[in-house]
C-alpha cells in the first residue's frame, strides 16, 4: 500500500509541475539567459580573444575549433543551470500543499508519514531528469546542427551520467532548503535571487578563474560548481583535444582558465573527484532530510 501510494503522490507532483507551464519556463530562466548572451554577445567576445591569444602564438586556422569549443563551453553552462533551477522549481509543489493545506491532510491519511515528503522528493528528482534529458538532448542536437560534434560515446554516457547524479545531489540539497520555508512569496524570492545568481557562481556565464579569489574558494563549496565541471569535461573534451594538436600548451592554459579541473586549496580535482564530490553531497543532504523529518515527528508527537 505504500508503494502504491508512494507512485502516485509522486506521478501527482510531476504532473502538476509539468502542467504549469509559467513554472517550467522560470525553471529554464538560467539557462536561457546563459543561451541569450552567449548568442548576443558573449560567444563572439569569447571566440575573438581565443583567436587573438592563438594568432600571437603564430598559430592560425583555428577559427572552427575555437566556436566548437566555444559552444560546447556555453551548452555545458546551460546543462549545469537546468539541473539546479529545474529541482528548485519543481520544490514549489511543496510550498503549495503547505499554503493550501493539503500537506497536513496528506500527513494524516492512512499511509506511513514517509510517504509524503519521500513523493515530494521524488517528484523533484523526476522533474529533474525530464526536463533535463529534454535540455540534454536540444544540447546534442545543437552540436551536431552547427558541426561540432565531437563527442564520443564515452562522452554521451558521462554527460547521462552527470544529469542523474547532478539532479540526486542538488533535489536533496533544494528539498532540505525549502523543507524550511512556509510561505509561497519567501520561495518565489528564493527561486528569484538563487536563479540570478546561481550561473554566476557556477561559471555559467563566464569562467570561474576570472572571479577574485575570495569567490573561487566558495564555489569550491557549491555542489553545482563540480556539476558544471563535469559538463566542462565530456562536452569540451572533443574540441580539446582538437585544439591541443595545433597547440598543447594553449590546450593546456584552456583547460585550467576554463575549469575543467579544480585547484582546492592546491589539490587537482579531476572527473572522478567530481563525481565524488556530488555523491557526497547527495548522501549527506539526504542524511540531513531525514534527520529533520525525525526531529519534526518526535516534535508533534
Do not use: H
Amino acid at each position: 500500500m505504500n508503494g502504491y501510494a508512494l507512485l502516485s503522490l509522486t506521478r501527482r507532483n510531476l504532473k502538476i509541475f509539468l502542467k504549469d507551464k509559467a513554472n517550467v519556463f522560470f525553471s529554464l530562466l538560467a539557462p536561457l539567459i546563459v543561451l541569450a548572451l552567449y548568442v548576443l554577445f558573449l560567444g563572439r567576445l569569447q571566440e575573438d580573444g581565443l583567436l587573438s591569444a592563438l594568432e600571437g602564438m603564430g598559430v592560425t586556422g583555428a577559427e572552427g575549433l575555437i566556436s566548437d569549443f566555444s559552444d560546447s563551453w556555453m551548452l555545458a553552462g546551460c546543462m549545469s543551470c537546468a539541473c539546479i533551477t529545474v529541482p528548485l522549481c519543481a520544490c514549489g509543489i511543496m510550498i503549495q500543499d503547505k499554503t493550501r493545506g493539503i500537506s497536513s491532510d496528506l500527513f494524516i491519511s492512512p499511509v506511513a508519514r514517509w510517504v509524503t515528503p519521500a513523493a515530494y522528493f521524488c517528484s523533484v528528482v523526476a522533474a529533474g531528469l525530464v526536463i533535463g534529458a529534454v535540455v540534454l538532448c536540444v544540447c546534442f542536437v545543437w552540436l551536431a546542427a552547427a558541426g561540432a560534434w565531437l563527442l564520443s560515446f564515452r562522452d554521451v554516457l558521462g554527460c547521462i551520467a552527470s544529469l542523474v547524479l547532478s539532479v540526486v545531489s542538488s533535489s536533496t540539497l533544494l528539498v532540505f532548503v525549502v523543507g524550511f520555508f512556509r510561505s509561497q512569496g519567501a520561495f518565489t524570492a528564493l527561486n528569484v535571487i538563487f536563479g540570478t545568481v546561481v550561473g554566476f557562481l557556477i561559471g555559467a556565464y563566464m569562467p570561474i578563474t576570472y572571479f577574485p579569489e575570495a569567490i573561487q574558494q566558495f564555489t569550491f563549496f557549491l555542489p553545482g560548481s563540480y556539476t558544471a565541471g563535469l559538463f566542462r569535461n565530456f562536452m569540451m573534451r572533443g574540441p580539446l583535444a582538437e585544439i591541443a594538436g595545433l597547440s598543447p600548451a594553449f590546450a593546456q592554459g584552456l583547460e585550467s582558465e576554463f575549469s575543467l579541473t579544480f585547484d582546492f586549496f592546491g589539490a587537482e580535482v579531476g572527473i572522478g573527484d567530481m563525481f565524488l564530490a556530488l555523491a557526497v553531497a547527495a548522501v549527506l543532504f539526504a542524511a540531513l532530510n531525514v534527520l529533520v523529518a525525525v526531529l519534526r515527528r518526535r516534535k508533534k508527537s
